[in-house]
Each structure stands twice: as C-alpha cells, then as structure tokens.
T-cell receptor
C-alpha cells in the first residue's frame, strides 16, 4: 500500500513569491491535514480537509490556503512568502474519526530567501 | 482546548538503559493520545495510541506507554535503548473539533543514545 506522497521534497523561493505544495493521501483516506514544523514553534496545525471541504483551520494568516480534489489529493498554497514561512510542511491522511491514526508524508522543506 | 506538555526537550541515555519520555495532557474530555517518532529529514511515524481500551499500550520497536488519568500523564518507555532509537519523539492529543482530524503536539523530545 503506497504511503502519503508529498511533492516536491525541497523548494527554495524568494520572499514575495507564492508556492503550491501537493499531497497525495493513502488510497481510501478522505481526510487530509497539513502541519507546519519549525524549530521555534514546533508542529502547528494548518487545516484539515474532508471530502473537498475544509473542516477546520489553524491560527495562520489568510496567505495560507488549501484545497482538496475529488480524488482526495490536496494542495496548499502560500502567497506573498515571508522569511518566517521557511519550514517543513507535513501532510497527513487518515480515515475519519478523532482516534484514527494519521499517516504522515515525508514533508516538503520550504526555504524562503 | 486540549494540549500536551513534554517535559525535557533533550534526553540522553546509554545504550541498553531505560528510556523514559514524559508527556502530560490537558483535556476536558477523555483524550485520544498518540506518540509519534521523527527521524532526521523524515515525516512522523506512529509509535502507539491510547483510545481507552487499555491503560498500558504497547507500540512498535519495543515502546510502550501507560495512561494515568489521576496524573494526566502518558509517559513513553522502553526497557533497553538501542542506537537506532535516536530520534525526536512527539506526544499528541486529538483535538475533537466538529469531527475534524486535528492533532495538537507537544514540543518534542530529542532522544540521544550514548554508546
């Protein structure tokens, strides 16, 4: 069974640009969540999608957005990049329910210069 | 809101020694708790989860954790450390918001194994 796939693995962008990250969940998983990981703030929840609908959003500015397609694949977009957006962005997929295991991808390392 | 606190950002033990990583939670409802491990440049891998079926939970790689409601704790242990256990460990609680899948993580504990 294929795991969660995130592309690309590494990205370097310039301040002010925008970026799109992609996540393909495990087959059959309809819930996709995104997390930002930084040394200072740790792991923080960005948002969660289920059946193409955003069910919950973390405390991030509107520059961070996402979407989910009918095949459950998800993308997140960050516009007007800032240096502080440099982070490891992790995607996780799961079956529905709060006690189900979240399977994580290897992440996309975004560096903003 | 639910939260977790991991005591000790760095823990160092000798190979073969007991590993103890501490996690305390705050929750107004019976919690769902998880331990994840992260190796360098990798995503997170589930070690074990507590879902109220049993207070002592066994996970992968010889790890286990005990849920203690009176102490609001869910500490992770392994009787004998191996060099391959060196990694960062995260305790997490499932924050039940309108059915959404959302994990709230502790700050992490970096485990170092000394030969």
């Amino acid at each position: 069974k294929a795991g969660v796939t995130q592309t690309p693995r590494y990205l370097i962008k310039t301040r002010g640009q925008q970026v799109t990250l992609s996540c393909s969940p495990i087959s059959g998983h309809r819930s996709v969540s995104w997390y930002q990981q930084t040394p200072g703030q740790g792991l923080q929840f960005l948002f969660e999608y289920f059946s193409e609908t955003q069910r919950n959003k973390g405390n991030f500015p509107g520059r961070f957005s996402g979407r989910q397609f009918s095949n459950s694949r998800s993308e997140m977009n960050v516009s007007t990049l800032e240096l502080g957006d440099s982070a490891l962005y992790l995607c996780a997929s799961s079956l529905d329910g709060p006690n189900t295991e979240a399977f994580f991808g290897q992440g996309t390392r975004l560096t903003v210069v | 809101a639910q939260s977790v606190t991991q005591l000790g950002s760095h823990v160092s033990v000798s190979e073969g020694a007991l590993v103890l990583l501490r996690c305390n939670y705050s929750s107004s409802v019976p919690p769902y708790l998880f331990w994840y491990v992260q190796y360098p440049n990798q995503g997170l891998q589930l070690l074990l989860k507590y879902t109220s079926a049993a207070t002592l939970v066994k996970g992968i790689n010889g790890f286990e954790a005990e849920f203690k409601k009176s102490e609001t704790s869910f500490h992770l242990t392994k009787p004998s450390a191996h060099m391959s256990d060196a990694a960062e460990y995260f305790c997490a609680v499932s924050d039940r918001v309108q059915g959404a899948q959302k994990l709230v993580f502790g700050q992490g504990t970096r485990l170092t194994i000394n030969p």
